[in-house]
């Protein structure tokens, strides 16, 4: 049995509950003599470093078994701590414990403050921590560490869906309804798959039916169509998708609308705003929303916004852009909305939240140019 000093997140009981385990015990006041708790300098969680005449104040946890040090390891690791021996002071005197030091280079910030944190990040931290917990056993602290980002982002699209669900369905059925009796997360990187059993209820009310389903897990998506009314042009941009490429289609580079992820705290909006300016180069004005909702509800948890955003689109718009540690190629193409408009009603912009922006755009041009 270790004894484990905790001095960050971790002191949060819900945080801890979770990454423990079943067998975790709670912990006793305790202190780290000559040690000082900050902000890790420009990141949302703590560090600890060495300081004369310091308190590092926090937790122990007595007698953690090996299953709660395994998952304390896993969950620590993709940020790089690991377990050092130290002597904390806690009720009773002296105890030799272990700590979890950040890596070299973690620079301190601010004073930590639990508080703080908690209102600031500990509702997305205690999320993104369910599919950190998930993968145990299947990442390396690396590819953790790599993943980590994403799966952030992936925890803000499921609390924006709790806080903003879809309307009540016409069967009165809701989640609560549906039983989960197995669950699984078999693939983890910049996107994930989920598989789950399941027992869902049929409309006709003779019980549930057991089902197994795998769906694709994404993020939410700001998808915006720049258009400039004073001169009554589109821009697209252009990119190699996988998408169509495994479906075999002979060209996988589609002209599409800008789109990105929607970052952890960032709203549709900014987010548009955002991949407006790194895909084209364009400073957004007026944001028009089109419409909100699920791409392909039945295998995906991907949720789009789609905008169509009023640019002053010149004849310079047209760059080469993307965001070269995401790998992105982008080129950009201006179009008369004439041009734009024929292609899409001949069939030639197989993209659907394309088509949705542009039959929007020309139901409402003519407002949108009388008002620029």
């Known amino acids: 049995m270790?004894?484990?000093?905790?001095?960050?997140t971790l002191c949060w009981p819900d945080l801890l509950d979770l990454v423990g385990g079943a067998s975790c015990r709670a912990g006793e006041e305790a202190e780290l003599p000559g040690y000082h708790v900050t902000w890790a300098k420009g990141q949302p969680f703590p560090a600890i470093h060495p300081?004369?005449?310091c308190q590092a104040r926090g937790i122990l946890l007595r007698g953690c078994d090996g299953q709660v040090l395994a998952r304390m390891?896993?969950?620590?690791?993709g940020f790089g701590y690991k377990l050092h021996p130290v002597t904390v002071m806690a009720a009773g005197g002296s105890v030799q414990a272990q700590v979890y030091l950040p890596p070299d280079g973690l620079e301190p910030g601010p004073e930590w403050s639990l508080t703080d944190w908690q209102a600031a990040h500990g509702a997305l931290a205690l999320e993104a921590a369910w599919e950190v917990m998930a993968v145990m056993g299947q990442m390396s602290p690396a590819e953790l560490a790599e993943a980590y980002p994403m799966m952030r982002v992936r925890a803000d699209a499921r609390l924006k869906a709790r806080s903003d669900p879809a309307p009540p369905s016409p069967s009165g059925l809701s989640r609560a309804d549906v039983v989960v009796h197995g669950h699984s997360q078999p693939y983890t990187k910049f996107f994930a798959?989920?598989?789950a059993e399941l027992s869902v209820p049929r409309f006709d009310g003779a019980g549930s039916e057991r089902v197994d389903r795998a769906a694709f897990v994404g993020t939410d998506a700001a998808i915006v169509l720049p258009y400039d009314p004073k001169t009554d042009r589109v821009l697209l941009v252009e990119q190699f998708r996988f998408g169509p490429f495994v479906r075999a289609d002979a060209h996988p580079w589609l002209m599409e609308?800008?789109?990105?992820?929607?970052?952890?705290?960032e709203t549709p909006e900014g987010a548009a705003i955002r991949e407006s300016f790194e895909e084209a180069g364009l400073k957004i004005g007026d944001l028009h929303r089109v419409h909100s909702g699920y791409?392909?509800?039945g295998c995906s948890s991907e949720y789009f916004h789609i905008f169509v955003g009023l640019a002053d689109i010149g004849d310079a718009a047209a760059i080469l852009s993307g965001l070269?540690?995401?790998?992105?190629d982008i080129q950009g193409h201006i179009l008369s909305f004439d041009y734009f408009y024929h292609r899409l009603t001949t069939h030639q912009l197989p993209v659907v939240p394309l088509a949705l922006a542009g039959y929007w755009l020309a139901q409402n041009r003519d407002m949108l140019r009388k008002n620029s």
């Open 193 to 195: 798959l989920q598989q």
């Open 73 to 77: 390891d896993h969950y620590e690791s």
């Open 324 to 328: 070269q540690d995401e790998f992105e």
């Open 257 to 265: 609308p800008v789109a990105g992820r929607i970052d952890a705290g």
């Open 2 to 8: 270790t004894h484990v000093f905790l001095f960050g």
């Open 51 to 53: 300081k004369a005449g």
């Open 295 to 297: 791409s392909s509800p």
